[in-house]
Structure formats: structure tokens, C-alpha cells
């Protein structure tokens, strides 16, 4: 069964950087389309970027031009780029497939907090 585990959260000041990884057990982002995901206190779950098998991004629009996704096949890892950072950026954020995530895939995500 594939394993996703997420790291690199942390506590950040607003406009500061951050880097996810997403470790994969399995070779799976040559097949599937991958993404990220958050959800901030007492919300819902929210797509924030994916990336697919060639290459190709996206991104939702609060993030676009701040965060950066991209992935490494060959260490089966996926990353988040984050700089910017801003309070609404607070959440715990995941890695699965996109756009609707394997269920038995989600991990236990990594806490993002940006506050002064």
C-alpha cells in the first residue's frame, strides 16, 4: 500500500519561506497526477497546487506566484515551495493524488503556521 508522508512544516513569520516534501514508498508520480492539500483551522480541506506526470502545474489563485510545486521521480518525493507566507497560508497540508486523493493514501500532513 502506498505510504505518503509530508514534512518541513514549521512555525514561519509572515512573508517568510517554507519547503514541503511529500515522500512517496511507491514510484507513483510517473502515473498519477499529484497535489497538495490544506485545511486551515475550522475549515474544509482546499486543493492548493498539482503537478502531473510531464510536468505540468497548477495552482489555486491565492498561491499562484508565491508557491512552487515540483517533484523529484527519481527520489520519489514532491515538493512545496512556499514563500510569501501569510496568516491564511495557516494550515496542516497534505500530499495525495489529485484531484480528489486516494483515500487510504492520506498521511498525517505537516502543520504550517505563519504568525508574528
Known amino acids: 500500500q502506498v505510504q505518503l508522508v509530508e514534512s518541513g512544516g514549521g512555525l514561519v513569520q509572515p512573508g517568510g519561506f517554507l519547503k514541503l516534501s511529500c515522500a512517496a514508498s511507491?514510484?507513483?508520480?510517473?502515473?498519477?497526477?499529484m497535489g497538495w492539500y490544506r485545511q486551515g483551522p475550522e475549515k474544509q480541506r482546499e486543493k492548493v497546487a498539482a503537478?502531473?506526470?510531464?510536468?505540468?502545474?497548477v495552482y489555486r489563485d491565492s498561491v499562484k506566484g508565491r508557491f512552487t510545486v515540483y517533484r523529484d521521480n527519481a527520489k520519489n518525493v514532491m515538493y512545496l515551495e512556499m514563500n510569501n507566507l501569510k496568516p491564511e497560508d495557516t494550515a496542516v497540508y497534505y500530499c495525495?493524488?489529485?484531484?480528489?486523493?486516494?483515500?487510504?493514501?492520506w498521511g498525517q500532513g505537516t502543520q504550517v503556521t505563519v504568525s508574528s
Open positions: 511507491e514510484d507513483i508520480f510517473k502515473t498519477y497526477v
Open positions: 495525495n493524488s489529485f484531484p480528489y486523493g486516494t483515500r487510504d493514501w
Open positions: 503537478i502531473t506526470s510531464g510536468g505540468g502545474t
